[in-house]
């Protein structure tokens, strides 16, 4: 009796050989460490914090010489914002802008580029010059008649005065009523030459210095401009001086 010979089916587990090495590769390459030299997929972003710091600092540096306690409000940046790392970000102000009240102060970067403003508030508690009582036009102001009060001077005018030096001698240039603060603009030196007065003349130069009498033909406080007629009829300008001088110009 002949025995049938059958061809043998191949074993499953050589079938699935190659689908096991493909699986071992592809989980070796997904848990494989990035080649130095790649790009992250999400690339360091600038911490606000930081930049924030950094603005404050410079209104710190900005605001040193101001008279008075200084705080510093720094505003939140747009939390939308998205910047990318900066090494070293600088900070800086346009021309002409103040460091103290409301204002602006710019962050820059070069590499990466990108430049962004933190808006920002300056208060400076400090003590300024305001009349005690009712002050008259053109009249000289004594020292009596000023107090100190307190108050943010970043909010006030330019050329607050804060001594009471600044403004003893002097006459505003408008009425003033009680509580009202003074300004340098707002006052005038008495004058040191007054109108139809004899002063003296006096010119210098290299080797060389002459005087002689004139009569004024304005009133001047000291280092305010005059003009001065002589006995000849001859008007020269010059500048007016403590003791009745006109120091003229050679």
Not at 112 to 140: E, I, K, M, N
Not at 202 to 207: C, E, K, L, R
Request: charged fraction near 15%.
């Amino acid at each position: 009796m002949k025995k049938t010979l059958s061809a043998a089916k191949p074993s499953t587990s050589f079938r699935s050989a190659p689908i096991l090495s493909v699986l071992a590769i592809l989980v070796l390459l997904l848990s494989a460490p990035l080649v130095r030299g790649q790009v992250p997929a999400n690339p360091a972003r600038q911490d606000p914090a930081a930049l924030r710091a950094l603005v404050e600092q410079h209104l710190r540096v900005q605001s040193a010489g101001l008279p008075g306690k200084v705080a510093i409000e720094v505003g939140r940046l747009d939390p939308r914002m998205s910047l990318a790392a900066c090494p070293d970000p600088q900070a800086f102000q346009q021309a002409g802008a103040r460091a103290w009240g409301r204002t602006s102060v710019g962050v820059r970067c070069l590499a990466p580029a990108w430049s962004v403003y933190v808006q920002a508030r300056v208060s400076v508690t400090g003590d300024y010059v305001a009349a005690a009582v009712p002050l008259a036009q053109g009249q000289p102001i004594d020292p009596s008649q000023l107090m100190l009060l307190k108050g943010d001077l970043a909010a006030m005018p330019n050329g607050i005065i804060t001594d009471i030096a600044q403004a003893a001698g002097k006459s505003p240039t408008v009425s003033l009523q009680a509580g009202a603060p003074l300004r340098l603009d707002g006052l005038r030196s008495p004058p040191v030459v007054q109108q139809g007065q004899l002063v003296r003349v006096v010119s210098a130069g290299p080797g060389f210095q002459v005087s002689g009498e004139a009569r004024a033909l304005g009133n001047a406080a000291d280092g305010q401009v005059v003009q001065a007629r002589t006995p000849r009829g001859v008007i020269l300008s010059g500048v007016a001086r403590a003791g009745g001088l006109v120091e003229v110009a050679y």
